[in-house]
């Protein structure tokens, strides 16, 4: 059975999804994390949950509301489980009335009542479910509260007893519905009703779908003389509104039947907190502060002490105990420089930045899960709109500090098509955390004693190069439409630490997993490019297959101040995973451990080239995994092949004016 | 007009038909129309967005648009 998880932004619907299905999934608290249907399994093993984005309404605004219609109307599933934020019942219940209107079987989850009922909302759930003839089962999805129940509630066998609630749109609308069934002939499976309301409401994807059957003509005509006719009498401006308006008295009369108000309990929590967050002068000295301590933290207070020490395990005891093993099985001493030299030194390499990177993601869930990203799009919109974005933009921008593909992929809440295109492209120049063990690694060796600024420098470079672009592409490729802004600021909340864990792993697992998988076998290939060249196996590093092909970029980068075939080599395995770069200078030169490459690394390039190399590696391309999405998401070669060429066309302007600049300073 | 609130005033939308088509809609998703009871929370500097309480609930929108909302204070 395939139930569908439907309701609101902001109402726990994926905190239920993780308490009712206990797979990893990931939580947040802004509008869009969900941006692509997730699919769960109920902790019985009874039936699949299907998560999808949270929706106001099914007449969808932008891309990612969009998913929700197109799901209702060209997937098959069983029923729906519609969540309900019993604190914000009134604007709940539209896409609750659109639900029933939709006509499959319908389960409701009635979360957050231990919220509404500090509000002093106290809802009569059994009126509630008898009134609109649907099953009503009261939760706290944040603590697991009534779980159980509806997982139980959800996944038994549906009876239809009850008749469920209509809302009476009058006699114009009626005649409206009949008309459709006419025309429609009995080819579509879904509900008269449902497509003739939503088709004059404006619904776009409804419209497209009808299309297939029904004449264009005949459609603008039914939508035309309905309107006529219902908005005749009335003083409404629109059939949308209209029909808001229908809903919203039928909405009325529900709520005086089944809730009861009890004064106001003076100024919720979250307000008070929010006259310090997003006060008018300290809101954005506060949200630097955060990314600052976020930045010492990842890079100085915890995460380098424990990179540290587990690259000390790595290149110790680990490397070997290998060693020791290989040893014991008699291996040849070809597979024993493959393990060691290749393997242990690739993933290795990558391996020692784990404790950074899920200190990094563990931040950024935290941003999310609490509530404070949609105050950081409030605070920095003013910012962005001078750009010509907005500021929910900037959401993406800084999940793809985690990494660019899911940064990417929230773009789509972005409403105006223009805006979204924009920040698509621009993301990529946040520094994701595949690029942060390479400024880990160049920091250690050369600015140990400003570590988190240089690191820090790199990322506000990355914001700075992506704002400045933003402009210029408003002005020139990307011109016209007004750019919007409305968000909605959901209340705070304490970040649970299940939930904390369970989102920092999902996300952190995608960077283990590639060291396990693509690292690996991308170091055996780099090892054995570095082992063999035109004159046989086991040659000088210098004369290998990898020193040629590195070779070739080697005189393109010796204006940036890193002209060597190593650099080259490593830039080009970069583009296939940006920490890849770490693993083929492992292998390159010939260190398994962190340490010893910084000694080499001295060797080879200086502070100012180390930070052109830096600012190259943040800007010159996105990563393989990146360039599929931007792919996917915009559903075009030019604008993908763009994103790439802009990119290396800005880095190499970059580095050469960072490093020729430098050089007239002679630093 | 709703940008001409103070902060903490407190006030009834009277007309958003001159607001932005995407705007009135999304405002209007969240419960926000003619005859709700609006309050400015906070207003960013240099021209930046309000913050906006009504029925329980916060939103960002921005100067301009606050300024083609009308409303009636209380």
């Known amino acids: 059975m395939d139930i569908a998880l439907l309701g609101n932004p902001n109402t726990g619907k994926t905190s239920m999804f993780n308490n009712l299905t206990g797979s990893y999934e990931y939580v947040g608290n802004w509008s869009g994390v969900t941006v692509e249907k997730k699919v769960g399994i109920f902790k019985q093993g009874a039936a699949k949950l299907i998560d999808l984005p949270g929706v106001y309404s099914l007449n969808p605004l932008s891309k990612d509301e969009g998913v929700v219609t197109r799901f209702l109307l060209d997937d098959p599933f069983d ?52 009134v609109l003839g649907v099953e009503v089962v009261p939760v706290v999805a944040r603590t697991g509260r009534g779980c159980k129940d509806l997982a139980e509630a959800a996944t038994t066998p549906y009876r239809e007893t009850k ?51 029904i004449d264009m003509a005949d459609l603008d005509g039914l939508i035309h003389s309905t309107s006529r006719a219902v908005l005749a009498g009335s003083e409404v401006r629109t059939i949308e509104q209209f029909i808001y308006k229908r809903r919203q008295a039928a909405i009325g009369e529900i709520l005086k039947e089944t809730t009861e108000v ?23 000295p506060i949200f630097l502060c955060v990314m600052y301590v976020l930045f010492m933290l990842t890079f100085d207070w915890l995460g380098f002490p424990l990179s540290d020490a587990l690259d000390a395990f790595i290149s110790g005891p680990i490397t070997e105990g290998i060693s020791q093993l290989l040893d014991l099985v008699g291996a040849s001493k070809f597979i024993h420089a493959l393990v060691l030299d290749g393997i242990v030194a690739g993933v290795g390499g990558v391996l020692v930045f784990v404790p950074q990177i899920f200190i990094l993601f563990f931040f950024i869930s935290i941003l999310e899960d609490s509530g404070y990203m949609a105050r950081v799009a409030l605070v920095m919109d003013r910012l962005m709109e001078m750009v010509g974005l ?37 993301t990529p120049l946040m520094s994701c955390s595949a690029r942060l063990p390479v400024y880990a690694l160049f920091v250690g060796a050369f600015f140990v004693h400003q570590k ?125 995973a940006k920490e890849a770069i770490i693993s083929t200078m492992n292998i390159i030169y010939f260190v398994p451990d962190e340490a010893g490459l910084q000694g080499i690394l001295a060797n080879t390039f200086s502070p100012l080239s180390a930070y052109s190399f830096m600012v190259f590696i943040l800007l010159y391309i996105p990563c393989l995994a990146t360039v599929a999405t931007i792919k996917k998401e915009t559903g075009s070669y030019k604008w993908t092949f763009f994103s790439m060429g802009y990119a290396l066309a800005i880095a190499y302007i970059l580095s050469l004016i960072i490093y020729q600049v430098g050089q007239v300073f002679g630093l | 007009m709703l940008s001409m609130l103070r902060k903490g005033e407190k006030a009834i939308i009277t007309d958003i038909s001159k607001a932005d088509e995407l705007v009135k809609r999304r405002l209007l998703d969240l419960g926000i129309t003619e005859g709700s009871e609006v309050c400015i929370k906070c207003k960013m500097p240099f021209g930046g967005p309000f913050m906006l309480e009504s029925c329980g609930q916060c939103v960002g929108i921005r100067k301009n648009e606050a300024s083609c909302i009308k409303v009636e204070g209380l």
């Open chain 1, 452 to 576: 988190a600024l240089v690191v820090l420098s790199l990322y506000v470079l990355g914001i700075v190069v992506a704002l400045i672009l933003a402009k210029i592409f408003s002005n020139t490729l990307l011109r016209g439409e007004t750019s919007f802004f409305v968000i909605e600021l959901p209340p705070y909340r304490l970040p649970q630490a299940k939930a904390l864990w369970k989102s920092t792993w999902e996300k952190g697992k995608g960077f283990v997993k590639k060291a396990g998988t693509f690292i690996f076998a991308g170091s055996v290939i780099i090892w054995l490019l570095s082992y063999a060249g035109p004159g046989g196996t086991n040659v000088q590093m210098d004369d290998s297959f990898l020193a040629m092909i590195g070779g070739v970029f080697a005189p393109l980068l010796a204006p940036l101040g890193f002209g060597t075939w190593q650099a080259g080599a490593s830039l080009l395995t970069g583009f296939l």
């Open chain 1, 262 to 284: 009890k004064g106001n309990s003076g100024q919720p929590l979250s307000e008070k907190i929010d006259l310090i967050i997003t006060n008018k002068w300290l809101g954005l």
């Open chain 1, 390 to 426: 907005n500021g929910k933009a900037f959401i993406p921008m800084m999940i793809g500090f985690g990494c660019n593909v899911p940064g990417i992929m929230a773009a789509r809440t972005i409403e105006t098509p223009r805006e979204r295109l924009m920040t698509t492209l621009l």
């Open chain 1, 79 to 130: 029923r729906m489980l519609n969540i309900v934020d019993a604190s914000q019942l009134e604007r709940n219940l539209h896409l609750t009335l659109q639900l029933i209107e939709f006509g499959s079987p319908l389960i409701i989850g009635l979360n957050m009542i231990d919220v509404a009922k500090n509000r002093g909302i106290q809802v009569d759930v059994e009126k509630l479910s008898s």
């Open chain 1, 163 to 213: 008749k469920q609630f209509q809302v009476d749109y009058g006699e114009e609308i009626d005649k409206a519905i009949t008309k459709l069934e006419q025309l429609l002939q009995g080819e579509s499976s879904h509900s008269t009703r449902w497509l003739t309301l939503q088709l004059l409401e404006g619904n776009p994807y409804v419209k497209k779908y009808l299309q297939s059957y």
